[in-house]
């Protein structure tokens, strides 16, 4: 059974910094690109930041540009997103997902093929 499971999300103040995880198993993910997508309450989910599957190119929206950083573990199967100067817009439920279309998991064309459930991050002001 395939998985994607995140970690490492709660509530944090305006400013701070958190590192979400997403473990994958069921299959070997070193060869899909993976990213982060999130979605606030009454909004559709978004696109956050994708990687590459050789960790060789990364991609972020504009509104977390040079504030969160998308990497890649030693083991290939988990993908991290350090999230800094965290702000209460950041707030949302956020999901880790796979694909091995580069463009899917950049959020420009089509649905991931993987999916965790998500993780909470709340951001006060």
């Known amino acids: 059974q395939v998985q994607l499971v995140e970690s490492g999300g709660g509530l944090v103040q305006a400013g701070d910094s958190l590192r979400l995880s997403c473990a994958a198993s069921?299959?070997?993910?070193?060869?899909?690109?993976m990213g982060w997508f999130r979605q606030a309450p009454g909004q559709e989910r978004e696109f956050v930041a994708s990687?590459?599957?050789?960790?060789?190119?990364?991609y972020y929206a504009d509104s977390v540009k040079g504030r969160f950083t998308i990497s890649r573990g030693n083991v290939k199967n988990t993908v991290y997103l350090q999230m800094n100067s965290l702000k209460p817009e950041d707030t949302a439920v956020y999901y880790c997902?796979?694909?091995?279309?580069?463009?899917?998991?950049?959020?420009?064309?089509?649905?991931?093929?993987?999916w965790g459930s998500g993780t909470q991050v709340t951001v006060s002001s």
């Open positions: 997902a796979a694909d091995l279309n580069i463009d899917v998991v950049r959020g420009r064309r089509g649905q991931s093929t993987y």
């Open positions: 069921g299959r070997t993910f070193g060869s899909y690109p």
């Open positions: 990687i590459a599957a050789n960790g060789g190119n990364t």
